[in-house]
């Protein structure tokens, strides 16, 4: 099974995607306060779509199965801001589809590089798709918390 299409995120995708990006993020299991603190770092709100490019993965007639955010003008260069498969769509290509679509919007931007802030369960599909760890970085949500940042270098 294979994703049908990907486009540029509207203004009315804004709350499906926010839902999307809370379920997924759910999926490591991770509990009811954790959960409550990244709410604001996963809302997909009017000014967030407006900031950047958001492009939608969709299957069939169901809507977002996933979607990709980027910062075109990061202060440590272009960057993946969020990254999220719909739990039932995982495993199935869709993860890939949506970073080769981040890759090639920072190729279109002229970035040597593309970075991604990782949830620590997410790197080994960030290191399967070719990106590199380079350090961490503090968590914006949860103090204390350390986070992968991963680098792919773009040809
Ligand atoms: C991480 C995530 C985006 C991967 O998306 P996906 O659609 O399930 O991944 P794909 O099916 O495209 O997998 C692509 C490759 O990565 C591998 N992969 C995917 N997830 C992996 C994992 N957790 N560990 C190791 N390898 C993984 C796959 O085996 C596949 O390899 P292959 O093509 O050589 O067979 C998805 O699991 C997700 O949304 N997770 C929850 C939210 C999250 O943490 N997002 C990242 C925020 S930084």
Redesign the pocket.
């Known amino acids: 099974m294979t994703v049908d299409r990907i486009r540029p995120a509207s203004a009315a995708d804004g709350p499906a995607l926010s839902e999307l990006a809370v379920r997924?993020?759910a999926?490591?299991g991770y509990d009811e306060g954790f959960m409550t603190a990244c709410v604001p770092g996963l809302t997909i709100s009017s000014s967030r779509l407006l900031a950047g490019p958001v492009f939608v993965a969709e299957r069939g007639p169901s809507g977002p199965v996933?979607f990709v955010a980027l910062d075109l003008q990061g202060a440590d260069g272009v960057e993946?801001t969020?990254?999220?498969?719909d739990p039932p769509?995982?495993?199935?290509?869709?993860?890939?589809?949506?970073?080769e679509r981040a890759v090639a919007a920072a190729l279109v931007a002229g970035a040597p590089a593309l970075l991604?802030?990782?949830?620590p369960?997410?790197e080994?599909?960030y290191l399967?798709?070719g990106a590199q760890p380079v350090g961490h970085r503090p968590s914006s949500a949860v103090p204390d918390r350390q986070l992968p940042l991963l680098r792919l270098v773009l040809d």
């Open positions: 997924s993020k999926h490591w996933g993946v969020h990254l999220f498969v769509a995982m495993g199935t290509g869709i993860g890939r589809r949506l970073w991604v802030e990782s949830d369960n997410a080994p599909f399967r798709l």
